[in-house]
């Protein structure tokens, strides 16, 4: 913040810092101030210049003079003129009852008595003149639009004329940037500042530390410095000087630390929303004290709020702790997806079932495994009439071996098994995916090496019948043989959830540009490396099952298309913001995976969406009686569902989308990046095919004429080339848009 005193010295306005209320109280009533004021509101206005004079926008000069300074404080002064004594009581209220939003820190009526001089906290994102749009749109008064400057002062008037004054005010510091432009860089002396919108650093990094899985441990440091860091910057001015002197080092040397920082602010400069929604939250009257050994605290229990979470979802998160809430809700919501088979979304006016593919990655012994005995509660439904449909099989397969040799034999079953093996044959999973009766599929594997194993040859079958079911398009497979399975699926329905490590995700995933990878929700788990063991570890109880259970009975009988317009909504506009991020980082993989985590997210959301009615329903009439309400009123589910809509459920979309979008940067942006810039890539009308063409094209100069193109034509594909053959050679290239025409006639390479 900032009040300062003006005065004069050898002729020059100088600045001097008012330190405590008890100072500026006695320079407001001292002296001569109070008979100034009462002559000047009296007719004697040429007193005015004999008053106190402060400044609170600005910093002295290194000199400490007033003149040209260009050093913005974290308050501006406000000037409101020209008021009648009709419109003052109403205005002063009006401020006063928008303090808290306003961030007043002083309000005083001016001297002659007919307006009122204000002090607010700097928005530091705005100039100087922006600021005071901003406060006169929100107070509904004009400001004196002569005093907009950040050097411009203000005649005090005394204690009595002294509406509000609040502390913080005598705070010195100061914004980076000018009256101009806010945010310029400086040295790291004038750089380190305390607050960011009048909220400790501290307390910002300690709640990030709250949002993402508590204060690091010895073993973790460099990784989760490097994310704090990487966040931190986009409210330090990418400084990395500034980031060393607020960032704690949690015990690394210095030179460890600049090379964590260093490493972190080469990146391309991208924002930070969690850093936004952190700010935003700590900036709100609500918030708690936030206490900074608090590792219990999730990511969850700050952004989605567990609270907020309906049942199921809820009692997933209880049962495996809030560390891993991100990792189970990614999850369980292909379980619940299978489980609403019926239910189908409009996104961007394509309508799909809620499609879901999942993996889960994190090192051995992160405890993945406690992921399994939820996912198995979730579809203990289905598993139960899957073990009835094995049995019968079991008892097929009996019988077709003891007629092995007899003229009758049993007649072939296909029974709708839902809950498929991924330790399985390309027939053998076809033929299933092919008898459930239209109806999702569901795999689950705790090891995704499973697949990796059991797929190597055929890992492409693998990706191209997941890419289809996650856009629940046609699937066909046909073979010569009457033995051999044959398959024609109008819709192909199977969610899948996979737990695995990173070198495990990468065996699974083995081509990063054919749509696999974009199409699979990621989810890590947190660093355990140098965690300690609970006192009672995260287990899954008989009332949290018995909950999942009965919103897994429920989601079977809700069938039918639906349009979630505010979800939509939410999603395109968070689709936007990533657009113009990307577009002004030039991150093409960044543009290009935001269009499938968009509907992913807005296909989770709404499986926590159709889980809120459930419970709404349970709450209500019952387990038995929701069930019948569902029956009876097959369309009440849509009437709820678009009342869940709620801003807290919408809040969810963002997290999630964020989340799923860093995960898939995080482990794929390199080997995408080189999957571009591979010569067998082909995008456009760029050829992977190489030619003799493609070589006098690498040998020639950037630029160069039509005779040097026939020399080198000449050289390498022989002495028949035609001077036709070339210019057909150099037309197929500017079509290309590999060489344009210069000015004399000759050719300039584009790239």
Request: with cysteine; net charge neutral; proline share 3%.
């Amino acid at each position: 913040m900032s009040c300062h005193l003006v005065y004069y010295k050898d002729g020059a306005k100088m600045m001097r810092p008012v330190l405590s209320r008890e100072e500026y109280l006695a320079l407001r009533n001292g002296g001569e101030q109070r008979q100034l004021v009462q002559r000047i509101r009296n007719g004697e206005e040429a007193l005015k210049h004999k008053l106190q004079q402060m400044n609170y926008s600005c910093l002295p000069n290194e000199d400490d003079t007033l003149k040209g300074s260009t050093r913005m404080s974290t308050t501006v002064g406000m000037d409101i003129d020209h008021l009648s004594a009709d419109e003052m009581p109403a205005i002063r209220e009006r401020i006063l009852s928008k303090k808290d939003e306003l961030g007043l820190l002083m309000l005083e009526e001016s001297a002659r008595g007919g307006g009122y001089h204000l002090v607010f906290a700097r928005k530091s994102e705005l100039s100087q003149e922006e600021n005071l749009k901003w406060a006169s749109e929100l107070i509904s008064v004009a400001y004196d639009s002569g005093a907009k400057d950040i050097t411009r002062v203000f005649f005090t008037t005394s204690g009595n004329e002294l509406i509000y004054l609040d502390d913080a005010i005598f705070e010195l510091e100061e914004v980076l940037g000018t009256d101009d432009t806010a945010f310029l860089k400086k040295d790291a002396a004038v750089a380190c500042q305390n607050k960011f919108k009048g909220i400790a650093y501290k307390d910002i990094i300690a709640e990030f530390w709250r949002r993402t899985g508590g204060v690091p441990n010895t073993g973790e440091r460099n990784k989760r410095l490097h994310q704090l860091a990487a966040n931190l910057r986009s409210i330090c001015d990418d400084s990395e000087e500034w980031l060393l002197a607020l960032m704690p080092n949690l015990g690394l040397p210095d030179h460890e630390m600049r090379s964590i920082i260093h490493s972190a602010c080469k990146e391309p400069t991208k924002g930070s929303r969690l850093m936004d929604q952190i700010v935003a939250a700590l900036a709100t009257s609500t918030y708690d004290t936030i206490d900074t050994d608090d590792q219990q605290l999730s990511i969850i229990n700050s952004q989605l709020s567990i609270k907020k979470l309906p049942q199921g979802v809820k009692d997933s998160v209880a049962a495996v702790g809030p560390e891993l809430a991100m990792p189970i809700i990614t999850a369980v919501c292909p379980c619940i997806g299978a489980l609403a088979t019926g239910v189908k979304l409009d996104v961007h006016g394509r309508v799909r079932g809620l499609n879901l593919i999942s993996y889960i990655v994190g090192e051995f012994a992160s405890r993945k495994g406690d992921i399994d005995p939820v996912v198995d509660a979730w579809m203990s439904e289905v598993s139960a009439m899957d073990e009835m449909y094995q049995q019968q099989e079991d008892e097929y397969r009996r019988k077709k071996r003891a007629s092995k040799n007899k003229k009758e034999q049993p007649e072939e079953l296909k029974l709708p098994v839902r809950y498929i093996a991924l330790n399985n044959t390309v027939a053998n999973l076809a033929e299933r995916l092919a008898n459930v009766e239209g109806k999702h599929a569901f795999s689950f594997t705790p090891e995704a090496d499973t697949v990796a194993q059991k797929w190597r040859s055929a890992m492409s079958d693998f990706s191209v019948l997941l890419r289809q079911s996650y856009d629940g398009s046609r699937y066909d497979r046909e073979a010569k043989s009457a033995e051999a399975v044959n398959v024609h699926i109008k819709h192909l329905l199977w969610n899948v959830v996979m737990c695995g490590t990173p070198d495990a995700l990468y065996r699974v995933v083995t081509n990063y540009t054919d749509g696999f990878q974009s199409r699979i929700a990621l989810s890590q788990t947190p660093d355990n490396t140098y965690a300690k063991l609970e006192d009672k570890p995260y287990v899954l109880t008989d009332r949290q099952t018995e909950r999942i259970q009965q919103v897994a009975h429920l989601l079977p009988l809700m069938a039918g298309e639906v349009v979630l317009q505010k979800l939509e909504t939410r999603g395109r506009a968070w689709l936007e913001k990533i657009r113009l991020e990307a577009m002004m980082n030039d991150d093409r993989v960044k543009a290009r995976e935001r269009f499938r985590t968009c509907v992913t997210a807005q296909r989770m959301v709404c499986c926590l969406m159709l889980c809120k009615v459930c419970e709404q329903l349970i709450q209500k009439h019952g387990l038995n009686g929701a069930e019948t309400q569902l029956k009876q009123k097959p369309y009440l589910w849509k009437e709820m569902l678009q009342k869940t809509q709620t801003p807290a459920m919408l809040d969810m979309y963002d997290v999630i989308a964020d989340q799923l979008l860093d995960s898939a940067l995080y482990y794929f942006r390199d080997r995408i990046e080189n999957a571009y810039r591979s010569r067998d890539y082909a995008a456009g009308n760029s050829r992977s095919r190489r030619s003799k063409n493609d070589t006098i094209y690498e040998r020639l100069d950037v630029q160069f004429s039509f005779d040097q193109a026939m020399q080198f034509s000449v050289a390498i594909k022989g002495a028949d080339v035609t001077r036709n053959s070339v210019q057909q050679m150099l037309k197929n290239w500017r079509k290309q848009g590999l060489v344009s025409l210069t000015d004399d006639g000759g050719y300039r390479k584009v790239s």
